[in-house]
Structures are given as structure tokens and as C-alpha cells.
């Protein structure tokens, strides 16, 4: 899908998959990637993330029907969804945003550290309750330093409404 002779961008995914996208593309729906002034020469950019991560993520650049990701499951929904927050793909961070709430609660720790570490509120609010029990050393593990008042208020209130 990513091999158009006209691109002017290759990136090698970490199993070596080459992507040819058009930077046009990366600099309106993105702000991850380098802007135009940047020129790659011909290079090949080398992204951390795997060629299946990539292929979904990189058709939510281009203007037509997103991916659906109803079926996708939690650990690749992760993946997508990091790889959104990192190259700043707003149409990807929207939707992984609104389905990591739907493996909620048997994946509710990793998306506590996803919600933190990204700046969802709402989604981190919602995972307060699930967690209730769960250790306060446990939950530091899975907080940035900036929310672990938010949380322990947040919880605090919680256990005095039981």
C-alpha cells in the first residue's frame, strides 16, 4: 500500500519493511516527523516500530476512510496507539484514545499508564475505580510523578463515598 513511485519519504520499520509516503501527507496530518525544509536526500529514516504498527498507522495520513479498529486486539491496539502519541498522528490518537477505554477492566493497569503518560483525564478517571484495591507502591509504578496526587486525591474521594 506504501510503495507509490512518487513518495519522497521511505522509513524502514524495525523488521525491515520499507514505507514510501509522501511528506505532504506527515506535515498536515502529523507533527512527528520532520517538516519539508527537512530533506532526507534520498535516505532511508528507520522507525522503532514494527510494519504491522506501521501500515495502520501510516493509512490514518492519508485522506481517506481511516482503519477500522474494532477488531484489532489490546496488544496491537497499544502498539498503534503509542506509535500515534509519539509521531503525533491526531486522527489515530483520537480513536486508539476511545478504544483503549473498551478493554477496560482486564487490561485497566497498562491503560492507566497509557492515560498518564499522554494526558487523558477523562480515560484515567474512569480507571480509578477498577484500581481501587490495587497497591499504592503498584500504582506509582504506573504514574508519571505529575498525577500521583491527582490519584491518591482522586482515589481518597472514592473510599470515603463507599
Not at 510503495?3 to 512527528?32: C, I, Y
Not at 475505580?129 to 500521583?148: A, E, T
Amino acid at each position: 500500500m506504501f510503495n507509490a513511485p512518487d513518495a519522497d519519504v521511505t522509513f524502514r520499520s524495525a523488521d525491515g519493511v520499507l514505507f514510501l509516503v509522501h511528506r505532504v501527507n506527515l506535515q498536515t496530518h502529523t507533527e512527528g516527523f520532520p517538516p519539508a525544509e527537512f530533506a532526507t536526500e534520498g535516505e532511508i529514516c528507520p522507525l522503532s516500530e514494527s510494519s504491522e504498527t506501521l501500515e495502520v498507522l501510516f493509512e490514518f495520513i492519508y485522506p481517506r476512510r481511516h482503519p477500522a479498529l474494532d477488531n484489532m486486539p489490546f496488544a496491537k491496539l497499544a502498539e498503534l496507539a503509542e506509535a500515534a502519541e509519539k509521531y503525533q498522528v491526531y486522527s489515530a490518537m483520537n480513536i486508539c484514545h476511545l478504544r483503549m477505554k473498551e478493554f477496560l477492566p482486564a487490561h485497566a493497569p497498562e491503560i492507566l499508564s497509557y492515560a498518564a503518560k499522554h494526558d487523558y483525564p477523562i480515560v484515567v478517571a474512569e480507571v480509578a475505580p477498577i484500581l481501587i484495591d490495587m497497591s499504592l507502591v503498584d500504582i506509582v509504578k504506573l504514574l508519571p510523578p505529575h498525577i500521583l496526587l491527582p490519584w491518591v486525591r482522586s482515589t481518597a474521594k472514592i473510599l470515603t463515598e463507599l
